[in-house]
């Protein structure tokens, strides 16, 4: 059975571009996560979606957003892109709401130049 | 705001030896999870607590879950090599919230 899967796997742009991640859940999760990882520093929670809606939002600025599909798809926009907003976006999915363990897709590393 | 604390953030030890890593949350928790993350790499989930006394082994990994003192000890036993990861530790305190608060890590580091 495939696992999250997230693409792309990196990802170039420049101060003031847009970055879109997407981000696949395993099958039969209705939840997907989104979490960033800067470098040196933990993961910070961003984004929970779940039955295409958002349920919660981490402390950043509205210029990060995103969206989950019918197919419980989703995805990560950053616009305005700011030096530091280079880190390791992690999603991560699970059965839905109260349910149990998140398992963790592969990361897209953004590097903003 | 609910706050996690692990320690140490780094360990280097011997191969062999045993050691523990602590992680310490300040208000009730739903759950805890202890993950592994390789460099550059994804977390991998090695452990799920839910309850006061849970404990679970996995190999030469074992982790407890104390909620009365809001504490999860991850124990390791003659430690290998191949243990050489960052692990995190990762609290939920209202699974209807979504989302996990993580500590910031323990670099393991297990030398010959």
């Known amino acids: 059975e495939a696992g999250v899967t997230q693409s792309p796997t990196h990802l170039i742009k420049t101060r003031g571009q847009q970055a879109t991640l997407r981000c696949s859940p395993i099958?039969?999760?209705?939840?997907v996560y989104w979490y960033q990882q800067a470098l040196g520093l933990g993961l910070q929670f961003l984004l929970w979606y779940d039955e295409g809606e958002e349920r919660n939002r981490g402390n950043f600025p509205p210029r990060f957003s995103g969206r989950q599909f019918p197919n419980y798809s989703s995805e990560l926009n950053v616009n305005a892109l700011e030096l530091e907003d280079s880190a390791l976006y992690l999603c991560a999915s699970s059965l839905g709401v109260g349910g149990t363990e998140a398992f963790f897709g592969q990361g897209t590393r953004l590097t903003v130049v | 705001e609910l706050k996690v604390e692990q320690n140490p953030l780094f360990l280097s030890m011997q191969e062999g030896k045993n050691y523990t890593i602590y992680c310490n949350y300040s208000t009730t928790s739903d759950r805890l999870y202890w993950y592994r993350q390789d460099p550059g790499k994804s977390l991998e989930s090695l452990f799920v607590l839910l309850s006061n006394g849970a404990v679970k082994q996995e190999g030469r990994l074992m982790a407890s879950l104390d909620t009365k003192a809001r504490l999860s000890t991850l124990h390791i036993t003659a430690a290998v090599h191949d243990l050489s990861a960052t692990y995190f530790c990762a609290v939920d305190i209202n699974t209807n919230a979504g989302k996990s608060t993580f500590g910031d890590g323990t670099t393991l580091t297990v030398k010959p």
């Open positions: 099958s039969g999760h209705t939840s």
